[in-house]
């Protein structure tokens, strides 16, 4: 059942809840201040509920006036979690203390996400899931199996030539962790989840991007699907495999790229919300104008992590919270030049293979000269030293092309990244 449809119900519930409590604790401090203040409060508390609730941040969709109140109590079990991974996905979901982490973002975040999980008191995962073999999906997952006993691993039947699978590889074999790769149909419990697998149904050497575990989750009336970097190729597929996917909760393939979340695709799952994960002036322009375009069109929420960083959803199965309200920004990301040329020489893989893509980068780059000239510079990061450099530093001559990577950035923002400045240098 769509939560979306009771969305008046519940508004009018959080008004009346609002309204309830501020009127409580009204009446407790205005008790102490004479019955007249407190017949004035009252009446002021009372004619501004849709103030009250427009300036709350928390988005509530009960599914009726009842159940809001239960949601409320703090009865929800079930949890996702997008990590702000910069450019890369990782999800963190929870169910009845039972967890599965889908992808673990890349390389520069990966720190982040084991210190994310310790920090919210986990200890174990029962599944980890990677999407596919991508750095900016799996390199965060290599730290998480060093840190957390890890029941069993969900990933494609496909091998890469890249260090950083053979990286995950190891670890993988290392870790003692169950190793299953899982085909379409195939259904996994997550406490009083169901994870049902969507694809991918074939495997493509060219295009590692559509070898993507897609996956629907189902907990209650609640449900979400989550694509990895499925691009339309498996989109297609699924869509004419006949699958159920009517969803609430819809992650954007591939970062919000033109080459997924087709007209079609969105057609079939209907989604009131979708989340993006993609970083703040990414190399690739995610997400794509076309993707913004089909989902402001549609009326459909949106949260992102490049202007808004983490989000989590609560749900007791009949009702959902969000932990922010949606963006209202359905721009397309932004990117310059010469961070593309740096990420596509990298090795980096995503996206840069499809010619499409590289379209929508040029786009993007060439809309992007208002930020060129607002203090950016192109600095080299070392992202195992995390100092950063001018570009002719002679440093950057001696560091080794897998911790080399050119940035285009103020040196402000590098410094709140964790960043330090070279000495030599002095960037
Ligand atoms: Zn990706
Ligand atoms: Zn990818």
């Known amino acids: 059942m769509k939560i979306r449809n009771m969305i008046l119900c519940g508004l009018i519930s959080i008004c009346l809840v609002t309204c309830g409590v501020f009127w409580l604790s009204r009446r407790t401090s205005s008790t102490e201040e004479g019955g007249g203040a407190r017949q004035e409060e009252v009446q002021e508390s009372q004619q501004n509920p849709v103030r009250e609730s427009s300036q709350n941040s928390i988005q509530t969709l009960p599914s009726d006036t009842d159940k809001k109140i239960e949601a409320d109590t703090g009865n929800a079990s079930f949890s996702i979690t997008m990590l702000d991974v910069g450019q890369g996905l990782s999800l963190l979901i929870q169910v009845d203390g039972h967890t599965m982490l889908y992808d673990g973002g890349g390389r520069e975040t990966s720190s982040y996400v084991v210190a994310y999980l310790k920090n919210h008191g986990f200890e174990s995962l029962d599944y980890m899931i990677a999407s596919h073999y991508d750095e900016d999906h799996i390199a965060g997952l290599i730290g998480c199996l060093r840190s957390f006993p890890t029941g069993t691993v969900l990933c494609p039947d496909y091998e890469t030539d890249t260090d950083i699978y053979a990286s995950f590889e190891k670890r993988l074999t290392a870790s003692g962790a169950g190793i299953n790769h899982p085909s379409p149909g195939d259904t996994y419990s997550l406490g009083d989840a169901l994870i049902t697998i969507l694809g991918p149904s074939s495997f493509s050497a060219q295009a590692d991007n559509n070898n993507s575990i897609v996956l629907r989750i189902d907990y209650g009336e609640f449900s979400c699907l ?202």
């Open 226 to 427: 989550i694509s990895g970097d499925a691009e339309r190729e498996e989109e297609n597929e699924i869509l004419k495999s006949g699958a159920d996917f009517d969803v609430d909760l819809y992650v954007a393939g591939h970062h919000g790229s033109q080459s997924s979340s087709t007209q079609d695709f969105l057609d079939a799952m209907t989604p009131d919300t979708v989340w993006i994960s993609c970083g703040e002036g990414n190399a690739y322009g995610h997400p794509a104008a076309s993707t913004m375009e089909s989902l402001q069109e549609r009326n459909i929420d949106i949260y992102r992590t490049d202007l808004q960083g983490e989000v989590t959803l609560t749900s007791d199965g009949r009702t959902c919270t969000y932990s922010k309200s949606p963006s209202t920004d359905y721009s397309a990301g932004t990117t310059s030049q010469s961070t593309r040329q740096a990420e596509d020489s990298s090795g980096n893989r995503t996206g840069s293979s499809n010619p499409a893509e590289n379209t929508e980068k040029e786009k993007a780059g060439s809309s992007n000269q208002a930020e060129d000239s607002s203090g950016e510079l192109d600095y080299i990061v070392n992202i195992s030293s995390l100092k950063f450099h001018l570009p002719d530093c002679p440093a950057v001559d001696k560091m080794s092309d897998s911790n080399k990577k050119t940035v285009h950035s103020t040196r402000d923002e590098l410094i709140a990244q964790g960043y330090s400045p070279c000495g030599y240098c002095n960037p």
